[in-house]
């Protein structure tokens, strides 16, 4: 008998559980205790990610800035060759 709930403890903690960024309450919390799309951010793989959910933010703006400036460089150089 205790065989069989431990296979089903172990079985439950290893499936994939998703986390979103509360932004109307301030907290993370699992995808069936999430409020509405627009006011979530998310999935994240962890609590604690999604907790840290503004680094991961700032990230991905530092990287989307350096792809802008490396297209307009880019397309500058195309435009001095045309003339």
Do not use: C, F, I
Request: charged share 35%.
């Amino acid at each position: 008998m205790g065989g069989a709930s431990v296979r089903q403890n172990v079985a439950m903690e290893s499936e994939q559980v998703e986390w979103y960024w509360d932004l109307a309450r301030g907290v993370a919390v699992t995808a069936d205790e999430r409020g509405p799309g627009d006011q979530t951010l998310g999935p994240y793989s962890s609590r604690v990610e999604a907790e840290h959910w503004k680094d991961k933010v700032e990230e991905r703006n530092e990287q989307w800035s350096g792809a802008d400036d490396d297209w307009e460089g880019e397309a500058g150089k195309g435009e001095e060759g045309d003339r």
